[in-house]
């Protein structure tokens, strides 16, 4: 859902189940992508119907014309640095 060539989309719900469908045709023009998005983000509202937070599922930064394979990353808390699991997307999931 993050894919700067991401086309049409359709979601649908009901009370047990969800679906979601993404085409390929759209061009954002971005030279990357964030999520959560750069500024303000109320952290509620990336929690699931599990209690799962953007601390337990993750974080990501995708880009197809930035080399992001030598970023570093770093999450302070009140000054202390935080341990951080970096992980690549494999091929077909998000950007390049």
């Known amino acids: 859902m993050l ?3 991401l086309g049409p ?3 649908g719900s009901t009370g047990n189940y969800s679906c979601l469908y993404t085409g390929t045709s759209g061009n954002a ?3 990357w992508t964030a999520w959560p998005p750069p500024g303000y983000f109320p952290l509620q509202a990336a929690s ?4 799962r937070t953007l601390d337990s599922t993750g974080w ?3 880009s ?3 080399n992001l ?3 570093v990353v770093t999450i302070t808390l009140d000054g202390t640095a935080q341990p951080v699991t970096v992980t690549q997307l494999a091929s077909g999931y998000g950007s390049d």
């Not at 699931?48 to 209690?51: E, R, S």
Request: net charge negative; charged share 15%; glycine share 14%.
């Open 64 to 66: 197809d014309t930035i």
């Open 3 to 5: 894919s700067n060539y």
């Open 69 to 71: 394979s030598g970023a």
């Open 29 to 31: 023009g971005r030279q």
């Open 60 to 62: 990501s930064v995708q």
């Open 48 to 51: 699931d119907n599990w209690n």
């Open 9 to 11: 989309i359709g979601i």
